[in-house]
Each structure stands twice: as structure tokens, then as C-alpha cells.
């Protein structure tokens, strides 16, 4: 989220000055010229920024109108991308409105990933959508569901989660062709993929450490004499992600599978660093704003094996193609 910073209210001094021939005048009136004119001032005149104006002058050439009524303004205004603006003029017509509650924007506010404005305030005691980062409310986002203490989703979202075995072999099939694409290729076909409830219950069947990575992949095999006999491969991803989530997180799943199945060992940090970049071509293969806004969250990921792991393997990537990385994988 980014946050913006409103400009300052400016105060207009423009003090009429009493001449009367000399009589409470600030110098003789001789001396008195109209700074727009440059004749001699002989009746009251409007001193602004320490320069004189006839009345007249003033009014209709010097005096800041309001860019939005244009009418003369008198007293406080706003300067805003050069324009000046009456006070209440700026707040009610120019002034962006907060997506939450539809009041203006008037105090420092935030602006999320989807360009959607509210006040700093409608932060505190509001959840956030874990699927597409908005702020649930009802007026963004027809208000939300909570799955359980720790997960919230909008209703935006909402209708694209993933709750149902039949809708994962279409899901498997589809995101296969994507690897299969680049060379990921000779993977398994009868994987199993269970959906588990919760986050805790994720972390708590895994080996490693999954940082903010919704799945896990779970390997066993049979070794006689030092070969492999045998081998299984299981596939466990959170319930109720949203679909283009989903379909990532099973890449980064699948791509641990290519690991097992080829028997290829890399550090913490290239293994999950290579494993997201299963899920960005999942992004990259829906490229519409959802999937441009979770690569973006996946490139600030300061994560040391799921974010600067994968900068370092996107890297090799870029210089290399993915044949290349591939054959040499663990010489990287």
C-alpha cells in the first residue's frame, strides 16, 4: 500500500488599504502606483503580497479565481496540480473520495494494489482480504467472509474459491500443460491432491518450513541396495484459495515433484526460489491485474528462500532459458 499526503490550505491575505489623500495612508499618494497598471492609486486600493492594485485591477486581473466555480476567491483556498480552488470547492469536487465511506478524502490516506483510496483509519479493525489484498467493507467489496480467525475472504473473491475435489483433476491437468511447456515434462499423473482445512494443520503434517506458501508436497520411497524401488508423491494445498491462487500454489507443488523425481538436491533458497517459478508462469499465463499484482507481491517477498531465492533463480532464467536451466540445474 502506498501512502499519499494531501497538499496545504493556503490563506489568501489581500488587505484594502484606506488612502483618503494622505489620511491614514502608508506613504504619500503621489508616490502610490497600481503594480498591474502602473498609474497613480488616488482611493482605496488592495495591497497583496506587498504589492498595490487598484481596486478595479485587483478584481478583475489579479485576484485568484477558483479553477472548479470560478468565482473570486477571497480568503483560504487550495493549490492543487497548479490550480487554485476555494476550500470547500477543493473538498467537494476535487478532493479523491475514500472508496470505504464515500467522504472525501481530506487526512493522509492509502491507496492498495487496485487503486482503491480509503482513510488511514478504516485500517484499524477492518480485515483485509487474503485472496486479492483489498480492505473488506461494503461498499468496496460487498463485505466478506471469515473462514476461521486468521482467514478472511471479500466477495469479490469469494466465488472463486476452491472448495471441491472435482474441481482439482481439471485444475492438475491444466496447470501440467503449463510446465509442460517449458520442459517440466515425465512428471507422475496419479498425484494426489488433498485440500486441508487450515493453515495450522498445513504447518503442522509438514518437514520444512513453508513460509507463506500454502502447500506441501510429501515424498516417500523404498530403497533396496541403494535404489529406489519405489516411490509416492502426495500434494497438500489450503482449502479455499482462490483459483488462480490455487492453480500457483499446485505449481510450486509440482515443481517439488520434478525435484524428487529427478533426484535433484539444490539449497533451501534456489529449491524454493525454482519452485516459484512454477507459480509465475501460472501468473503469467493468466496475466490480467490478480495475476500482475501477486507477481509484483512475489518479486517484494523479502523472504530469504521463497523471495530472495526467487530473484536469484528468476535471474538465472532471464540470462539462460529454461532448457538451460533445466540440464544444469544443480550447477547453478
Given at each position: 500500500m502506498i501512502k499519499y499526503i494531501l497538499p496545504n490550505c493556503v490563506l489568501l491575505v489581500a488587505v484594502i488599504i484606506q488612502t483618503a489623500y494622505g489620511q491614514n495612508s502608508e506613504t504619500s499618494v503621489e508616490n502610490i502606483k497600481c503594480n498591474y497598471c502602473h498609474k497613480i492609486i488616488i482611493e482605496d486600493y488592495f495591497r497583496l503580497d506587498n504589492k498595490k492594485y487598484h481596486q478595479d485591477c485587483y478584481r478583475k486581473y489579479v485576484q485568484p479565481r477558483c479553477s472548479y466555480c470560478n468565482n473570486a476567491i477571497e480568503d483560504a483556498y487550495n493549490i492543487y496540480n497548479q490550480k487554485n480552488y476555494h476550500s470547500d470547492c477543493f473538498k467537494n469536487f476535487i478532493l479523491e473520495k475514500c472508496d470505504v465511506c464515500g467522504a472525501p478524502l481530506e487526512a493522509d490516506y492509502m491507496v492498495d494494489s487496485w487503486n482503491n483510496k480509503y482513510h488511514d483509519y478504516h485500517l484499524n479493525g477492518s480485515e483485509t482480504c487474503e485472496s486479492c489484498g483489498r480492505l473488506i467493507a461494503k461498499?468496496?467489496?460487498?463485505?466478506?467472509?471469515?473462514?476461521?480467525?486468521?482467514?478472511?475472504?471479500?466477495?469479490?473473491?469469494?466465488?472463486?474459491?476452491?472448495?471441491?475435489?472435482?474441481?482439482?483433476?481439471?485444475?492438475?491437468?491444466?496447470?501440467?500443460?503449463?510446465?509442460?511447456?517449458?520442459?517440466?515434462?515425465?512428471?507422475?499423473?496419479?498425484?494426489?491432491?488433498?485440500?486441508?482445512?487450515?493453515?495450522?494443520?498445513?504447518?503442522?503434517?509438514?518437514?520444512?518450513?513453508?513460509?507463506?506458501?500454502?502447500?506441501?508436497?510429501?515424498?516417500?520411497?523404498?530403497?533396496?541396495?541403494?535404489?529406489?524401488?519405489?516411490?509416492?508423491?502426495?500434494?497438500?494445498?489450503?482449502?479455499?484459495?482462490?483459483?488462480?491462487?490455487?492453480?500457483?500454489?499446485?505449481?510450486?507443488?509440482?515443481?517439488?515433484?520434478?525435484?524428487?523425481?529427478?533426484?535433484?538436491?539444490?539449497?533451501?533458497?534456489?529449491?524454493?526460489?525454482?519452485?516459484?517459478?512454477?507459480s509465475r508462469l501460472v501468473y503469467e499465463d493468466y496475466n490480467d491485474q490478480f495475476s500482475n499484482i501477486k507477481l509484483d507481491l512475489m518479486k517484494k517477498n523479502k523472504d530469504p528462500d521463497y523471495g530472495k531465492g526467487y530473484i536469484i533463480m528468476s535471474k538465472i532464467l532471464k540470462q539462460n532459458g529454461w532448457h538451460n536451466l533445466l540440464i544444469n540445474l544443480e550447477k547453478w
Open positions: 461498499k468496496l467489496t460487498g463485505g466478506g467472509l471469515a473462514l476461521n480467525q486468521n482467514r478472511h475472504i471479500c466477495n469479490i473473491c469469494s466465488g472463486s474459491l476452491i472448495t471441491e475435489k472435482s474441481d482439482i483433476e481439471y485444475i492438475k491437468n491444466k496447470v501440467m500443460a503449463i510446465l509442460q511447456n517449458v520442459g517440466i515434462v515425465n512428471m507422475p499423473r496419479s498425484i494426489p491432491i488433498k485440500l486441508v482445512k487450515s493453515q495450522i494443520e498445513l504447518d503442522r503434517m509438514s518437514t520444512i518450513r513453508l513460509g507463506d506458501i500454502h502447500g506441501y508436497t510429501k515424498y516417500e520411497y523404498e530403497k533396496v541396495n541403494n535404489k529406489i524401488m519405489g516411490e509416492s508423491f502426495q500434494i497438500y494445498i489450503l482449502s479455499h484459495l482462490h483459483k488462480i491462487v490455487f492453480e500457483a500454489v499446485l505449481a510450486h507443488e509440482l515443481m517439488h515433484v520434478y525435484l524428487f523425481k529427478n533426484n535433484i538436491k539444490l539449497s533451501s533458497q534456489k529449491r524454493e526460489g525454482f519452485c516459484n517459478l512454477g
